[in-house]
């Protein structure tokens, strides 16, 4: 998936449990212009659920998410 | 004085809180100052805003303002203030960041002045006026857009189920090991947290006991209660009593994490006025009825490091579950060893009330933990175990800051390693 978009910043939230990932991208998310787009790399799989309701609380655009391995990577665009 | 739009609608809400525990708050205290000491951010940093009385205060002087004779009329005499913009932004700051809401100074005030039950109203009131931490928000935002819209997540949820289903089907060595979802009828909901940590230990117990469960779609974690929020943390908890009453279970079992336990076994009967037709439990006063019927054949030789136990507040000291912990260690550890005080005396981790999850206030949680790191060290324990995420979260970080060379982990980690053990052993002498 990184192949097509433009990644402005790599989010490493590997060994993070919850709340954390998600505590993690909010703060990220706030230093970014808006069009940016993070990329999250996760292990808990708690992501897959957190992360897209995140994004419709937030109002931040989920590109994909999606597991490979042992991992959860997900792309964010700020859109606001 | 002239207020703006958010101290009129800080004071409105603090007039909406004004029950009669609120009331009795803000009306007794002796002044003794016994609460000092009681608390983990004053025995870490003794000064005088590190005093619970001393925190009440400052809204007990907001609220002598408007409802005390004297207050109204001769302000300097009882020393009653207006509500401006900078106080109340420092009541703000301190409400979320100086008070993990533990409740150690209500239990050992001669008159049991809830200050907690004060700080929560300041954090109503920030929530209210849009000036709470806005993490917390969106945290309890997300948990309530979950209820209000599975679909964003529930195919990617039931597919993860099943992928941890394969693990704990090769864990246990047991092809038919199950991680039900939504299964009807089920005696047992059981509700974790986002992430496979808080399923995969449980699942074991439970697959172990051949209990009839099934796993909520939910997680139990209630950001809502953390604001002060009751309209918030409502929605949040209703989202697991509906599954609960959808499913027909005759109870729910909630994964260790303290303040959702609060939330669901002791709040959420009062915030819904209602009888609920199944029983809410948390997970370690079940799996402490399993080992007491004999339904877990456990060796604590599984884990055979020196283990110490912190007591979560909200489960000792709110809802007096501190001997269903022990003997859980009793039947997996072999060297058990209490950190002093414990039980419902214990000190706050540091990281309660939401603080885990409010970077901002790393350095302070880490300074208020300080007399957890001191207690942990002095019982020479290599692991902590605890049964609250926020608090493995802080013992976690506490542990690196301190250099406490331990490992955490929770009560159904040690038990599910314990059945584990004895499978292999079995499987090794056959």
């Not at chain 2, 949040?236 to 599954?243: P, Q």
């Not at chain 2, 579950?321 to 550890?333: D, N, Q, S, Y």
Request: proline share 5%; hydrophobic share 40%; net charge neutral.
């Amino acid at each position: 998936m990184t192949e097509q978009v433009k990644v402005d910043l790599v989010l490493d939230l590997k060994g993070l449990l919850c709340p954390m990932p998600i505590v993690k991208l909010s703060q990220a998310i706030k230093d970014l212009p808006v069009g940016a787009v993070i990329e999250g790399i996760a292990t808990d799989p708690g992501v897959m659920a957190d992360v897209p309701a995140w994004a419709k609380t937030s109002g931040q655009e989920l590109i994909s998410i999606e597991q490979r391995d042992k991992e959860y990577r997900f792309l964010i665009k700020k859109v606001k | 004085m002239a207020n703006n739009g958010s101290v009129q609608k800080a004071l409105e809400i603090l007039e909406k809180q004004l029950n009669q525990p609120l009331k009795t708050a803000l009306e007794v205290c002796a002044r003794c100052g016994i609460c000092a000491e009681a608390c983990h951010y004053y025995v870490a940093e003794p000064k005088v805003e590190h005093v619970p009385a001393y925190r009440a205060e400052q809204l007990r002087k907001i609220y002598r303002k408007k409802h005390n004779f004297f207050g109204k009329y001769v302000s300097w005499l009882v020393d009653a203030e207006e509500l401006d913009d900078e106080k109340f932004n420092k009541l703000v700051e301190m409400a979320f960041s100086e008070c993990t809401l533990c409740r150690r100074c209500t239990f050992n005030c001669p008159l049991g002045v809830d200050t907690p039950l004060v700080m929560r109203t300041i954090r109503a009131m920030a929530t209210a006026t849009g000036k709470a931490p806005e993490i917390l928000v969106m945290l309890a935002d997300s948990a309530i857009a979950k209820g209000e819209n599975p679909e964003i997540f529930k195919e990617m949820f039931l597919q993860q189920i099943s992928q941890l289903e394969k693990e704990l089907q090769e864990l246990t060595g047991n092809p038919e090991a199950k991680i039900p979802v939504e299964k009807k009828g089920a005696r047992v909901l059981y509700v974790g947290l986002a992430g496979a940590h808080t399923i995969i230990p449980p699942a074991i117990i439970f697959n172990e006991v051949g209990e009839d469960w099934t796993l909520s779609i939910y997680e139990a974690a209630n950001y809502g209660v953390f604001l002060g929020d009751v309209e918030r943390a409502k929605k949040i908890a209703k989202r697991i009593i509906d599954e609960a009453k959808r499913l027909k279970v005759q109870e729910v079992v909630v994964a260790e994490c303290g303040h959702a336990c609060a939330a669901l076994v002791w709040d959420a009967p009062n915030w819904f006025a209602e009888k609920f037709p199944f029983r809410i439990r948390s997970v370690v006063e079940v799996v402490a009825e399993y080992i007491q019927k004999g339904k877990l054949t456990l060796d604590p030789k599984a884990n055979s490091e020196p283990v110490t136990y912190h007591d979560s507040c909200n489960l000792a000291r709110t809802g007096g579950i501190f001997r269903e912990p022990r003997i859980i260690l009793k039947a997996v550890v072999k060297d058990f060893r209490e950190m002093n005080p414990n039980g419902i005396e214990n000190y706050c981790c540091g990281g309660g009330g939401g603080l885990v999850a409010l970077p901002e206030y790393y350095e302070k949680r880490m300074r208020a933990g300080k007399p957890k790191a001191e207690q942990i060290k002095r019982t020479g324990a290599k692991i902590v175990a605890a049964a609250c995420e926020n608090c493995k979260l802080q013992l976690g970080d506490l542990n690196n800051y301190y250099n406490l060379g331990v490992e955490v982990k929770g009560l159904v980690d040690l038990v599910a390693n314990a059945i584990l053990y004895r499978k292999k052993a079995y499987a090794s002498s056959n």
